[in-house]
Nanobody
Framework: QVQLVESGGGLVQPGGSLTLSCQFS????????IGWFRQGPGNQRDLVAE???????RFGDSASGRFTINRDSDKEMVVLQMDNLKPEDSGVYYC???????????WGQGTQVTVSS
C-alpha cells in the first residue's frame, strides 16, 4: 500500500547541487521513517540520510556536512538537499519507508545521480 516516488536526480558537475524528493502515499505518513540510500558497487544500498517519525535525523558518512534532509508532513514528502557534490556521490538513490522496530520496508524505484566533470 505504501508507495514512494523519487524525483530530482540528474547529471551535475562536481561542486554542484541537487535536490531529491520522495513523495509518500498509502499508509499514514507519520508512522514511517523515511530515508535515502545510495546504490553503489555490488548493488548494496548505503544510508545517505534518514529522518524519523519525530524528526530525528541520521546521516551516512558520505553525506557529512554536505547534505540535509527535511520532512514535510503536510505534503507527505521528504527532501534531500545535496550540496558540493562529488563524483563518489554518483549512484542510484532510493527512498525507503520503514516503521520503527518493524522489518518490512518499502522502496521507490530510484533516481539516478551522476556527478561528473
Amino acid at each position: 500500500q505504501v508507495q514512494l516516488v523519487e524525483s530530482g536526480g540528474g547529471l551535475v558537475q562536481p561542486g554542484g547541487s541537487l535536490t531529491l524528493s520522495c513523495q509518500f502515499s498509502g499508509h499514514p505518513f507519520g508512522t514511517y521513517f523515511i530515508g535515502w540510500f545510495r546504490q553503489g558497487p555490488g548493488n548494496q544500498r548505503d544510508l545517505v540520510a534518514e529522518v524519523s517519525t519525530y524528526g530525528i535525523k541520521r546521516f551516512g558518512d558520505s553525506a557529512s556536512g554536505r547534505f540535509t534532509i527535511n520532512r514535510d508532513s503536510d505534503k507527505e514528502m521528504v527532501v534531500l538537499q545535496m550540496d558540493n557534490l562529488k563524483p563518489e556521490d554518483s549512484g542510484v538513490y532510493y527512498c525507503r519507508a520503514k516503521r520503527n522496530g518493524l522489518p518490512k520496508e518499502f522502496w521507490g524505484q530510484g533516481t539516478q545521480v551522476t556527478v561528473s566533470s
